[in-house]
């Protein structure tokens, strides 16, 4: 059998282009291109199958029975071409019928063939068909000869849609697997959330795949990897100044792969045989994926994934397909779905249609998480393979807090779904009822019930929930989404619109607590590579090591609060001088503008966060210096039990409600109420009805909490009678039962608390 070259594989386009651009019937059609391919290849039979109603019918060939034609009949799995589809792989067969899973057809007459190659024809990464040559002689078939096949079925994929030929075969190709599929992952953000599937970037469609110019579409791959080269250089050169770890490595491999002459010539390959440049770049970026599957090193799998992730980079700088579905708009409620998002690309979408987000990978500590989170986004994370479980337009129902989303449900899945969806939004409506009354308990004990704020755009959740104003505002969140280290100009707007909306509420301002885990990409935050990011160079410490960026800070909020009253926490003290110095700060900057004649609050107040430990030991010393103390339960509690928040295997470890958290907090309740220091809870256990319930019982007076916990918590509040919990909270601790939570859980029941 002759070799497939460049121009053979040449003239097999341009008479399928000629063929497919005629006035003949989709049939006859066909019946060309068989005839086509197998004289080009010197090919004995030539076959394509066609799914049609969810299986793979006999659609044309020579050498095979005519007969046979829309008789033969395989389903997806049966057979070699059932596995071919099934599989969305190529089978090279000396002897086809040694396979495991080769089917005897009779009415072929394939008895009379010994050698197989078969190659899936795909349409949007799904098998629509299979195209098969076979011999008489047993042989392999010569690499070059396969990578013919599959240039053909490229164009072949085209022309059939194109055709027709491929509507029933394309509603299969959308139906996925045709039913409901359970997709499980990392829980990152709770909540529910039901959409239809949304690709962050979606695919690039090839609607052209013969190149009329071959030296233009060469061209057209050479810009574009010489643009690829300087976005990946450019992300390189970011990288430089503080981000370390797997994403380092990420981008190392990519600029490898960007830079690989391998992986250019065979695109330049692919074009010499007829093809455009998108199809190229599809073709070798298929041909990749199937060897993706024959790898079992994992390692090597995820070095091959981030290959296909750049080739589809290169595929939409090709086809000039660079924007997002959020720049395109969302047309109805969404689910995105992506590999990753940034922050900044979060938060182009509507909120009011993105109902939840999916991610192939994510984790707990990601910036996009910490977005998501305050917009109320439920997110799920390391859903391996998600494109190829959900397609575009699928039906995807998320639940966030069980790490699960469901793609295509059945009407029944469907209805339990809403009716569990429709029992949180009648609570929801329930809350609201008593969003206007005080958060009293039912012996008159008074809990200041705040919610904590990153985006100017989160204030309206004063209104919203009742929230009496707010107790924290990340000012890190502006340093996350911004591409550059933002302006004390653009500070200065945020606080001062951020206060204007709030009115007369107060608002607590946490100074950026940046670096650990939370490194930029433009500010050298962690020059050396740190095993313990969260106990690391970070927050309060950064900033007074880099006293510019919170001189500039503080000079920001100082201006923005002229003529009313400003609130500043610095965050992670973990000792008293550490709050005396930055109080210090933000004194002489105030001292500056005064000076300058430029107005000023009417007063400030001083507070500082509680997370470190040690500092507990030093309250006596601390608590004289401040206006409020808040206490930040997240990292507390994770440096108290020196179990790693962000590793799901100490998940159970991490319980706010243990007896050592508890006797931590009133220990600290008790020395603020001496000193007649306004306490507060920040953090996600005060945003929990049972957590609350007992912070409540130990003395706090304060929580500060998302958005959607008020009302839960409002509502435990008022059912609560605040001294039989301090009773209660007392004798539990005094000698703790072995299950605590149950202990504090059956206390509430038996009181009739209202629990969420």
């Known amino acids: 059998m002759p070799t497939a070259s460049a121009s053979s594989a040449r003239e097999i386009l341009t008479g399928l282009h000629n063929v497919m651009a005629s006035k003949l019937g989709a049939q006859a059609k066909l019946n060309k291109v068989v005839k086509i391919i197998a004289e080009a290849m010197a090919s004995e039979v030539c076959s394509i199958y066609l799914l049609r109603d969810g ?58 063939y010994h050698s197989f190659a078969g190659v899936p024809i795909i349409r949007k990464e799904r098998a629509i068909g299979v195209l098969a040559v076979q011999h008489a002689d047993p042989r392999g078939y010569d690499e070059v000869e396969i990578e013919a096949l599959q240039t053909v079925a490229m164009v072949l994929s085209e022309l059939i849609a194109n055709a027709g030929l491929a509507d029933r075969a394309a509603a299969a190709e959308e139906d996925r697997d045709a039913g409901t599929t359970r997709i499980t992952g990392l829980k990152l953000v709770a909540g529910m959330g039901k959409g239809h599937a949304v690709y962050h970037q979606p695919r690039v469609l090839i609607e052209h795949t013969v190149a ?41 491999t990519y600029k490898m792969f960007a830079y690989d002459e391998g992986w250019s010539r065979r695109i330049n390959e692919a074009i010499d045989s007829g093809l455009t440049a998108e199809a190229a770049i599809e073709r070798v970026r298929q041909r990749t994926a199937q060897r993706m599957r024959q790898i079992d090193d994992p390692l090597l799998q995820d070095r091959m994934h981030d290959l296909d992730d750049l080739a589809n980079r290169l595929l939409r700088i090709v086809s000039g397909q660079l924007g997002t579905a959020a720049q395109a708009g969302l047309p109805q409620d969404a689910v995105l779905i992506a590999r990753n998002l940034g922050p900044a690309e979060l938060l182009e979408y509507d909120r009011r249609k993105l109902k939840a987000v999916v991610l192939e990978e994510g984790s707990l500590t990601a910036h996009v998480v ?144 940046i670096g650990g885990d939370k490194s930029l990409p433009y500010l050298d935050t962690n020059p050396e590579p740190e095993e313990n990011p969260a106990m690391g160079w970070r927050a309060l410490r950064l900033a007074l090591d880099r006293d510019t960026l919170m001189k500039a800070q503080a000079r920001a909020l100082i201006e ?78 994770q440096f108290l039990f020196a179990a790693d928040r962000s590793n799901p295997r100490l998940a159970e470890r991490y319980d706010w409600l243990s007896p050592a958290i508890l006797r931590f907090l009133r ?26 319930m007992a912070l409540v019982g130990i003395g706090i007076r304060r929580l500060s909490i998302t958005p959607a916990g008020v009302g839960p918590v409002k509502a435990m509040i008022r059912s609560l009678d605040a001294g039989a919990a301090a009773r209660a909270m007392d004798r539990l601790l005094k000698d703790p039962p072995a299950d605590f939570r149950g202990a504090v859980a059956a206390w509430a029941e038996k009181h009739r608390v209202a629990m969420a």
């Open 55 to 112: 299986v793979l019918e006999l659609f044309a060939t020579v050498g095979l029975n005519q007969a046979a034609v829309h008789v033969t009949k395989l389903a997806q799995g049966e057979g070699l071409v059932g596995t071919i589809a099934k599989d969305v792989a190529v089978l090279n067969l000396a002897e086809a019928a040694s396979h495991p899973e080769f089917a005897y057809r009779p009415e072929t007459g394939e008895e009379l």
């Open 212 to 252: 009329e110019d071959i030296e233009a579409e060469r061209h057209r791959v050479y810009s574009a990897f010489s643009k690829m080269r300087e976005q990946i250089d450019a992300m390189m050169g970011q990288a430089e100044f503080g981000t370390v770890g797997e994403h380092q490595e990420v981008l190392e």
């Open 370 to 513: 910490i977005v998501a989170r305050a917009m109320g986004v439920p997110m799920i994370g390391r859903v391996a393979n998600v494109r190829r479980l959900v397609g575009e337009g699928d039906l995807v129902l998320v639940d966030g807090t069980e790490a699960t989303a469901l793609a295509r449900p059945t009407p029944a899945i469907e209805e339990a779904f809403d009716t569990k969806l429709a029992a949180g939004q009648k609570r929801r409506a329930e809350y609201a009822a008593v969003k206007d009354k005080p958060s009293v308990t039912r012996d008159g004990v008074r809990v200041q019930l705040m919610v904590n704020a990153g985006l100017r755009d989160d204030v309206g959740a004063l209104a919203a929930t009742g929230a009496e104003g707010i107790g924290l505002f990340r000012t890190e969140f502006q340093f996350l989404v911004s591409a550059q280290l933002p302006k004390r100009e653009a500070q200065q707007r945020l606080y001062r619109s951020v206060l204007e909306a709030a009115g007369d509420k107060p608002v607590i301002f946490r100074t950026v607590d």
């Open 560 to 637: 923005a609060a002229g003529g009313r009253e400003l609130q500043i926490m610095f965050p992670m003290v973990s000792e008293p001088w550490e709050f005396d110095a930055a109080r210090k700060i933000v004194e002489e900057q105030r001292a500056w503008l005064a000076e300058r004649k430029k107005p000023l609050p009417k007063r400030i107040l001083y507070g500082c966060m509680l997370e470190v430990p040690s500092l507990a030991e030093m309250l006596d010393v601390l608590l004289p210096k401040l206006d409020f103390l808040s206490v930040g339960t997240n990292d507390l509690t």
């Open 667 to 692: 220990r600290i309740a008790k020395a603020a109420d001496k000193h007649n220091v306004p306490l507060g809870v920040c953090g996600e256990m005060g945003g929990r009805t049972l957590e609350a």
